[in-house]
């Protein structure tokens, strides 16, 4: 089985550099567009999951990063009052994974992997027939990697958890971190050139593509500060 998997942080909808509105519904519309088989995707806001899967019409495993004490579509209508000021402090944050309708979730599962008083951070992990595919968004502190480091070797543990003999691991997501930065990973795929990557073991994996700015721009900017990555395994 071949599949196209991507990964992208969403920025929260908004575009780069920020202005007053929110685009969310362009980007899920887009990063959908042509029909991958699973999307990874990083700071989604609360009040959007509600719509992706209308949006995309794809299956939608979704967890809770930072949760918001109201209702979601009321941080979601203060927040696109004036996106680029009030960011995600009232709309909250979500890791979500999106799968084309023909594949079977067979389990799902997510976990914490940031430590102390820093925001939390999650690593989400659905597994398919042959696969399990695990969704992070790590700590970025610009001058301690190590922190990013380590989140992404309990994120590994924990989908490692889920993998049975014959499965291969995705491992994808907002690693915030480069490559001279990554901890050691033996018997995956090569990084990106970036801080967000897909990693494959146990599969045959192609290049991974990193899209060019023209692929997300639209009239009022560039849809996200992050360039959606994607690569075909299988």
Partial sequence: MSLLIRSWNLHHGMT????????????IRLISSDHPDVVCLQELP????????GWSEMKLIWNSARRIWFPPRFGGWITRLNQGFFRSAFSGQANAILLDRRLQPLEQRWTVISRGRRERRTCQAVR???????????????????????????ALAFAESLVQPGDALVFAGDFNLFARN?????????PGPGIDHIFVRGAKAGALD???????????GVLSDHAPVELRVG
């Fill in 182 to 190: 990554l901890p050691k990973l033996p018997d995956f795929s090569p």
């Fill in 210 to 220: 990193v899209w060019p700015e023209a692929h997300r721009t639209i009239t009022a």
């Fill in 16 to 27: 780069s550099p920020n202005n007053r509105h929110n685009y969310l519904e362009q980007e």
């Fill in 128 to 154: 398919l027939q042959g696969m399990v595919i695990a969704n992070l968004h790590a700590s970025g502190v610009a001058d301690h990697p190590e922190v990013g480091a380590a989140e992404a070797l309990r």
């Fill in 46 to 53: 609360l009040w959007g999951r509600r719509h992706l899967e």
